[in-house]
């Protein structure tokens, strides 16, 4: 792990056990893609990084792979899991058809305060584009796709997503940073909310799925363009071995 990867070390006064929390802090950096996927992990350094011993990281690490966040491969040593190109197309095509329903579904129940903050939030984004500040981009980002949950007023429709989300957070700002995807998202973020606030269900579906449809074009070509970048593999394609397959 290079320097600008390096971990933070945790907090020692949570009330969860040492392994929980250890395991949380690596779950969030496998998201957040600190630590990327193909990465090796290295028990004595992810230990120094976080400022505990080697035992609550080894206790992390078999949660994790229970979890399918890492690999074990025995004598090779312990990696980040990649994805296959089927994992990606998998969960868009799932997440294309609910956050379209949550759209439609927004546009019938969303009320003028929730409106009033997409609006604000649009704004928001505009600015943090302008001012090349990824981090609250990706931050603003969220809200927004949040509200839009919130808004449809189906709690499990809103577990759902997040949970399919959540598979993919790890790639989203290689995804936000492909050269035109800011602002076209901003642009798509608009169409979405000038049909709810129309009220137009049928008209807020179809910009919905049209801006999932978009998000997973965009996520493909940047983790193709990263893996020519870097040499790496980001996700598993067929007929290739990735490191987990390799013995």
Same mark, same amino acid.
């Given at each position: 792990m290079g320097q600008e990867m390096k971990l933070a070390p945790i907090r020692l006064d949570s009330y969860q056990p040492l392994r929980e929390v250890v395991a949380e802090a690596l779950r969030d950096a496998i998201k957040s893609g600190t630590l990327a996927p193909g990465q090796r992990l290295m028990e004595i350094?992810?230990?120094? +990084?976080?400022?505990?011993?080697?035992?609550?990281?080894?206790?992390?690490?078999?949660?994790? +792979? !229970?979890?399918?966040?890492?690999?074990?491969?025995?004598? *090779?040593?312990?990696?980040?899991?990649? !994805?296959?190109?089927?994992?990606?197309?998998?969960?868009?095509?799932?997440?294309?058809?609910?956050? $379209? !329903?949550?759209?439609?579904?927004?546009?019938?129940?969303?009320? +003028?305060?929730?409106?009033?903050?997409?609006?604000?939030? !649009?704004?928001?984004?505009?600015?943090?584009? +302008?001012?090349?500040d990824m981090e609250k981009i990706v931050e603003t980002d969220m809200r927004f796709h949040d509200l839009l949950y919130q808004a449809s007023r189906n709690t499990r429709l809103v577990g759902i997503i997040s949970n399919l989300?959540?598979?993919?957070?790890?790639?989203?700002?290689?995804?936000? $940073?492909?050269?035109?995807?800011?602002?076209?998202?901003?642009?798509?973020?608009?169409?979405?909310?000038?049909?709810?606030?129309?009220?137009?269900? *049928?008209?807020?579906?179809?910009?919905?799925?049209?801006?999932?449809?978009?998000?997973?074009?965009t996520l493909l070509y940047a983790i193709e363009e990263q893996e020519k970048k870097t040499g790496t593999t980001l996700v598993k394609r067929k007929g290739k071995k990735s490191q987990e397959d390799a013995e």
């Amino acid at each position: 792990m290079g320097q600008e990867m390096k971990l933070a070390p945790i907090r020692l006064d949570s009330y969860q056990p040492l392994r929980e929390v250890v395991a949380e802090a690596l779950r969030d950096a496998i998201k957040s893609g600190t630590l990327a996927p193909g990465q090796r992990l290295m028990e004595i350094q992810l230990a120094e +990084e976080l400022g505990v011993s080697r035992t609550p990281v080894r206790e992390a690490i078999r949660k994790l +792979e !229970l979890e399918g966040y890492v690999v074990m491969m025995p004598r *090779r040593g312990t990696y980040v899991a990649n !994805l296959s190109i089927r994992d990606v197309n998998d969960v868009f095509e799932i997440r294309t058809a609910l956050d $379209s !329903l949550a759209c439609a579904l927004a546009a019938e129940r969303i009320t +003028e305060n929730e409106l009033e903050s997409l609006q604000r939030l !649009l704004v928001a984004i505009g600015g943090q584009i +302008e001012a090349g500040d990824m981090e609250k981009i990706v931050e603003t980002d969220m809200r927004f796709h949040d509200l839009l949950y919130q808004a449809s007023r189906n709690t499990r429709l809103v577990g759902i997503i997040s949970n399919l989300r959540e598979q993919l957070t790890r790639f989203r700002t290689i995804s936000m $940073s492909y050269p035109g995807r800011l602002k076209a998202t901003l642009e798509e973020h608009r169409a979405i909310v000038d049909a709810i606030g129309s009220g137009d269900a *049928r008209h807020a579906r179809k910009v919905g799925a049209r801006h999932m449809e978009n998000s997973e074009k965009t996520l493909l070509y940047a983790i193709e363009e990263q893996e020519k970048k870097t040499g790496t593999t980001l996700v598993k394609r067929k007929g290739k071995k990735s490191q987990e397959d390799a013995e």
